[in-house]
């Protein structure tokens, strides 16, 4: 397998028709966006590194059904770029990166997909390193690193990242607390919880040890099932999640649920969860200010994830990892602090503080002996 960089500026994308690619890199910022395939086993790949400024580019590689190619496209270069902004406000030496697979993640037979996938991240030499995301697991990144070194979350190091970032959108919600209540006690606090998977329990877990009342929902009922037999949490259905009378509700599951049509039928003071992409639009992140609503940008609370595998790169213990992930407690408050002061909505703040320290690196001039 050969796998090739964009080649030709205008190309037929399943949905969209002739598309100019480079201008919807250019729009992202993008650095190298590449595509590949292997025919043999099915393979179809998508990866996209943002920006390496502060180092190789690091994302999970998301195997997902995709509606059209285009859907994608824009899903890798969206959560590419949100891993730089990730990386650099929680002060890791990261670049951003991401990878798609397009296919069916239920597929029994993956050893030969995940194979192909470590070819092309091998072929990029260390500008991109990958993990787990949305339908790949510990497993898969296991086949993956039998062909490229430039893999963490494996079994044996890191392992499961769900912990690490559970607890620090956990230490999120308290710094939101915190900026609502002038407390972060979440005792008696109310939080309505959508996606109870890995993350999603783990985050359950946390906030009912300290007397929160949970309301859960996820397509899985199994999931759901474990919640309300474990924690004491209530379930409701998928579409009833937002309308509960919370004082927080967390996104955990995919993104792009926060739009014109959910955030009116809110009735949480607080939105705070571990999904990416949360804000369908960038407009949305005005629309919850202007109802009202505390919104910390998913980019920063679900940070910890991202703090695990970086551990496996330079050595952290998980007790380091831990505490580093507690550190977006702070990271949250200044957010608000400079949205605050600048009339800025918490989503551009965040923006500001990430590319401020991307653009500093940026200018430091190097030593030559």
């Known amino acids: 397998m050969n796998p090739t960089d964009v080649i030709d500026e205008t190309v037929e994308l399943t949905g969209l028709g002739k598309t100019q690619l480079f201008d ?37 590689t998301r195997f997902w059904s995709y509606e059209t190619d285009l859907d994608a496209l824009v899903d890798v270069l969206r959560l ?70 430039y893999v963490v979350g494996i079994l044996g190091r890191s392992g499961d990242p769900s912990p690490v970032t559970a607890f620090g959108v956990y230490r999120g919600i308290k710094a939101c607390a915190f900026k609502r209540y002038g407390d972060d006690d979440l005792d008696k606090k109310t939080v309505a919880v959508q996606g109870v998977g890995h993350v999603g329990y783990h985050l359950c877990r946390y906030l009912a ?31 009833e999640i937002y309308e ?29 969860g571990a999904a990416n992409n949360q804000l ?49 407690y702070n990271v949250i408050l200044r957010i608000f602090e400079l949205a605050e002061a600048e009339g800025l909505t918490s989503a551009e703040a965040a923006d500001r503080l990430a590319m401020r320290r991307v653009d500093q690196v940026a200018k430091l001039h190097r030593s030559h002996v």
């Open 244 to 272: 509960v009378e919370a004082d927080i509700f967390a996104p955990c599951a995919l993104g792009a649920v926060l739009n014109s049509r959910t955030i009116p039928s809110l009735r949480a003071n607080i939105v705070a």
């Open 209 to 239: 040890e300290e007397g929160a009342k949970l309301f859960v929902t996820d397509i899985d009922h199994a999931k759901v099932g474990r919640a309300v037999d474990e924690l004491g949490a209530v379930a409701v259905g998928p579409d």
């Open 80 to 149: 590419s770029r949100g891993m730089t902004y990730k990386a650099a406000i929680a002060g890791l030496n990261l670049g951003g990166g991401k990878a798609v697979i397009i296919g069916d993640n239920q597929t029994r037979y993956r050893e030969m997909i995940m194979r192909a996938h470590g070819r092309v991240v091998e072929s990029l030499g260390g500008r991109y390193i990958t993990a787990e995301d949305v339908g790949t697991n510990v497993e898969d990144m296991d086949y993956v690193h039998t062909e490229t070194e």
């Open 280 to 328: 369908e639009t960038e407009e949305d992140a005005e629309r919850l200010r202007e109802s009202g609503i505390l919104y910390a940008p998913d980019y920063v609370i679900n940070a910890g994830g991202l703090i695990n595998v970086y551990s496996e790169l330079v050595g952290w213990s998980l007790e380091r990892s831990q505490r580093k992930a507690g550190e977006i």
């Open 24 to 60: 919807l890199f250019a729009e992202y910022g993008h650095e190298q966006v590449i595509f590949s395939c292997e025919p043999s086993c099915g393979y179809r790949g998508i990866v996209a590194i943002h920006d390496t400024t502060l180092g190789p580019a690091l994302g999970g």
